[in-house]
């Protein structure tokens, strides 16, 4: 099995920053693109950001310069780092990993709990 861990989420005014962390662990053989989506009540789960094995990021309209995704594959970790927080940006926050749990099998999509951020005014 695969788990991924997230932690970082807490409360912040606007203005402020948060870096949210993922850290995925268990059978993983390979870990391809990993990323962070969010959902906020009511409204459907969006990508936030993405980032794949070589380092080659995408970002939502959302993000804005404002998020940045990085990751380090030794720890099989991705991080989001989040300034200029809006009230906007309250959601939950997931992770998500491409991982291949033996050699020649099929990569799955695994996603973690999610962590809730919360910025208010």
């Known amino acids: 099995q695969v788990q991924l861990v997230e932690s970082g989420g807490g409360l912040v005014q606007a203005g402020g920053s948060l870096r949210l962390s993922c850290a995925a662990s268990?059978?993983?053989?390979?870990?391809?693109?990993m990323g962070w989506s969010r959902q906020a009540p009511g409204k459907q789960r969006e990508l936030v950001a993405s980032?794949?094995?070589?380092?080659?990021?995408k970002y939502a309209d959302s993000s804005n310069g404002r998020f940045t995704i990085s990751r380090d594959n030794a720890k099989n970790t991705v991080y989001l780092q989040m300034n200029s927080l809006k009230p906007e940006d309250t959601a939950v926050y997931y992770c998500?990993?491409?991982?291949?749990?033996?050699?020649?099998?099929?990569?799955?999509?695994?996603w973690g709990q999610g962590t809730q951020v919360t910025v208010s005014l």
């Open positions: 998500n990993a491409e991982v291949k749990i033996v050699r020649g099998g099929r990569w799955a999509d695994y």
């Open positions: 268990g059978s993983i053989f390979s870990l391809n693109a």
């Open positions: 980032i794949t094995s070589a380092g080659s990021v």
